[in-house]
Each structure stands twice: as structure tokens, then as C-alpha cells.
């Protein structure tokens, strides 16, 4: 079945660097990629999203990639703030009812 | 306001008594789905409902029971809790399946002793 894998698991910047996260995923078939960040005591909430038939997506400081023929997406965020620091799970739809994520990548964000 | 209410939000019980979690959703959504969050293993769906009377199983759907009887209602159902069903669960609604953004609620941290 379809396998996300997400890196890496903590990640640690500084206040005004950028931050990446990537993600894997194995059925091909999959053409909606979402990224949702969850807050300290809250349900992840989604922040962007992609479709197969894009290459790339930008939203003010946020951005994803998404190469299909590696199966590769990622989550660049620019200019970090204290903010941005909570947990950010991606996930890939093939279309259907199932959605996969992957297993979470916590950003701290140093003032 | 649009939004989907867990109750209850934290809950201690013991190995056999069957609970239950609710889970309603305001906006019209004819999807819904039950996800449970364990450390390092990210977010894993147990059920999934398509519309009112219409369930299917996730990947982790051994030990759990669901109902869609009401299309803003999708409550969980442990009958027979174990420790190993200890965890952060979150109910989620979307207007498209997994196609579209899903809307989850705020959590219900679970812990079977």
C-alpha cells in the first residue's frame, strides 16, 4: 500500500533562516499532496496544498514542491518566526477515501 | 463558526469498558474519518465514512467500531478497550474524501490501563 516518509523528525533553525522539510511517497498514483502544521494541543490544521498537475505552489512565506517522476514533495517556509514552530505532517491522496500521512517533522524556531 | 467538536477531550478508563468518543461536525461534510496520532508514527486513519450509512476500514481499524447514522455525527466505539489503543485521537470531516482539505477537531488523548 502507499507508503509517506517524512524528513527530518526535529528540526531546529533559527529566527529569519529557512526551514525544508521533505517527503516521500510510493504509489504513483497519488496526485494530492497536502501539508497540515498542528499547534501545541490542537488538530492539525491544513496550510497548503498541491496537485499532480503542478510543479510548484507558493502561499507568503510558504511554498511546496512537487516532483513526480522522484515522488518527491517538500515544505519550504522562509523567513521563520517563533510562530512557525509546532509540528507539520504531509500526507498524499490517490483520489480516494484514504489519506496517508507521514510521521511528522517538529520545527523549532529560535528566537 | 464551522468546526468539528470531540467530546470528550481527555479520557482515563480501564482494559474491557467499552467508550465511546463523539465526534460532529457543522459544515454539511459528507465525509468524515477517525485518525489516531501515536510518537513517530504520525497520523493513521482507522475509519472512514463516504456519506450518511456508508463506512469503510482505514489502516488500523482492528479493535474499533464506527456508525454514521446522522451526516454531522460519526462517533468511535472502543467495546473492548486494551493499552495498546492508548493514544491521541482526532476526528476530521472534508466536502471531497481525502481529495480536499479535511477539518479535524481538537483531539481526545485516550489512556487504557
Known amino acids: 500500500g502507499e507508503n509517506v516518509e517524512q524528513h527530518p523528525s526535529t528540526l531546529s533553525v533559527q529566527e529569519g533562516d529557512s526551514a525544508v522539510i521533505k517527503c516521500t511517497y510510493s504509489?504513483?498514483?497519488?496526485?494530492?499532496f497536502p501539508w497540515y502544521k498542528q499547534e501545541l494541543g490542537k488538530g492539525p490544521q491544513l496550510i497548503i496544498d498541491?496537485?499532480?498537475?503542478?510543479g510548484e505552489k507558493k502561499d507568503q512565506r510558504i511554498a511546496v514542491t512537487l516532483n513526480k517522476t522522484a515522488k518527491h514533495f517538500s515544505l519550504h517556509i522562509t523567513e521563520t518566526q517563533p510562530e512557525d514552530s509546532a509540528v507539520y505532517f504531509c500526507?498524499?491522496?490517490?483520489?480516494?477515501?484514504?489519506?496517508?500521512f507521514g510521521a511528522g517533522t517538529r520545527l523549532f524556531v529560535k528566537a | 463558526e464551522a468546526q468539528v467538536t470531540q467530546n470528550p477531550r481527555y479520557l482515563i478508563t480501564v482494559t474491557g469498558k467499552k467508550l465511546t468518543v463523539t465526534c460532529s461536525q457543522n459544515?454539511?461534510?459528507?465525509?468524515m474519518s477517525w485518525y489516531r496520532q501515536d510518537p513517530g508514527l504520525g497520523l493513521r486513519q482507522i475509519y472512514y465514512?463516504?456519506?450518511?450509512?456508508?463506512?469503510d476500514k482505514g489502516d488500523v481499524p482492528e479493535g474499533y467500531k464506527v456508525s454514521r447514522k446522522e451526516k454531522r455525527n460519526f462517533p468511535l466505539i472502543l467495546e473492548s478497550p486494551s493499552p495498546n489503543q492508548t493514544s491521541l485521537y482526532f476526528c476530521?470531516?472534508?466536502?471531497?474524501?481525502?481529495?480536499?482539505?479535511?477539518?479535524f477537531g481538537p483531539g481526545t488523548r485516550l489512556t487504557v490501563t
Open positions: 476530521a470531516s472534508s466536502s471531497n474524501g481525502g481529495r480536499y482539505e479535511q477539518y
Open positions: 504509489d504513483s498514483a497519488s496526485n494530492y
Open positions: 498541491i496537485r499532480s498537475n503542478v
Open positions: 500526507a498524499a491522496n490517490t483520489g480516494g477515501f484514504k489519506t496517508i
Open positions: 459544515m454539511n461534510h459528507e465525509y
Open positions: 465514512s463516504m456519506n450518511v450509512e456508508v463506512t
